[in-house]
């Protein structure tokens, strides 16, 4: 079950007594957890109604004699308790789980870690309760999930303003909302978003990011590529060469995968290989001007060039530099 069916079943009102969030992925965590503390109760009812813990501080027994406690002038009370995953004796909470009370809302944060679930204690939440492993986004799914994020507070984007946003900020999803509810501020009654808001109010160039890299190297334009490498050595934060050596073996990689398709459709590629249909053009240009021997060269060298950029055989050379000969040696 996802975070947001659990939510949508809270502001509907229905409640288990038992909710144990788990996993990798921060985001959705805190989602449940800021819910649960601020809005299951109503304002009048939290002062009585809503204990929270935080692991690292916590006893076991002050918890489960918390969750046996019976609400004051009102339904229910909702018991929290924060990174779980510090608590050393947390497995004791099994007898209250086992035997939890239906006026008590117990919702636990056990943040980066899983629980074992060889063990009873797993096997007993999962039965008594409800879990919910949360795992990291995969970089392919980013677009979608901010599609929906936006769609969700009344906005729409342009593909090219949506690929900026997300190749900058990358796997982070709290950032990724803050900044778009930043947009939102700024942009006041305009609902559509575009590459120049994206320039004017995330700071990112829309001619000189690692997308423009991208698309120079897919035309093999190879002055365009040395101006915009050129761009980064003078901004080093603007796209350091961590982020631009993923991103282009991503784009090499999913033109390798055209030759495979077995389809000259465009929407049909752009499916295969999991790119927006707007942006195939690109990949399907590379594709054509490479050919496979070319992508194949372009893969291994991307192979090469980061690993010297982490020092293996390279001691000396600045990372522009680096950049430089690679793109050199890929189109050339």
């Keep these: 079950m996802s975070v947001d069916k659990i939510i949508n079943e809270w502001k509907n009102g229905s409640f288990k007594p038992v909710y144990w969030f788990e996993g990798e992925e921060e985001f959705f965590i805190d989602k449940a957890i800021d819910y649960a503390e601020k809005q299951i109760l109503v304002e009048s009812e939290t002062s009585f109604n809503l204990t929270v813990f935080y692991g690292k501080d916590a006893n076991w027994t002050d918890i489960i004699n918390a969750c046996k406690r019976y609400p004051m002038f009102s339904e229910r009370q909702v018991v929290l308790l924060k990174e779980a995953q510090q608590m050393r004796d947390v497995e004791k909470l099994e007898s209250y789980i086992d035997n939890p009370l239906s006026s008590t809302i117990f919702v636990v944060s056990y943040k980066e870690k899983k629980l074992d679930a060889r063990k009873k204690f797993a096997k007993l939440v999962k039965e008594k309760g409800v879990l919910v492993t949360t795992k990291k986004m995969y970089d392919k799914e980013l677009p979608q999930w901010t599609q929906e994020l936006l769609q969700t507070k009344g906005l729409t984007i342009s593909p090219k303003g949506l690929a900026l946003l997300v190749d900058h900020i990358g796997n982070d999803l709290k950032r990724i909302e ?155």
Excluded: C, W
């Excluded at 073996?249 to 927006?276: C, H, L, P, W």
């Design 178 to 332: 803050n900044e778009i509810d930043k947009l939102s501020v700024n942009l006041g009654a305009q609902k559509k978003i575009t590459e120049d808001d994206i320039e004017k109010y995330i700071g990112v160039s829309k001619e000189y990011n690692v997308f423009e890299l991208q698309s120079a190297l897919a035309s093999k334009n190879l002055a365009r590529s040395i101006k915009i490498i050129q761009h980064f050595e003078a901004n080093p934060k603007a796209a350091p060469i961590q982020m631009i050596l993923p991103s282009l073996y991503s784009f090499y990689s999913k033109v390798f995968m055209i030759f495979g398709a077995g389809s000259q459709d465009e929407r049909a590629i752009a499916t295969t290989i999991g790119v927006n249909p707007f942006f195939v053009k690109d990949y399907l240009q590379a594709a054509k001007l490479y050919t496979y021997p070319g992508i194949e060269k372009a893969l291994i060298l991307l192979h090469h060039y980061n690993l010297k950029s982490v020092g293996i055989g390279n001691s000396k050379t600045e990372d522009a530099s680096l950049l430089k000969e690679m793109v050199v040696k890929i189109i050339t």
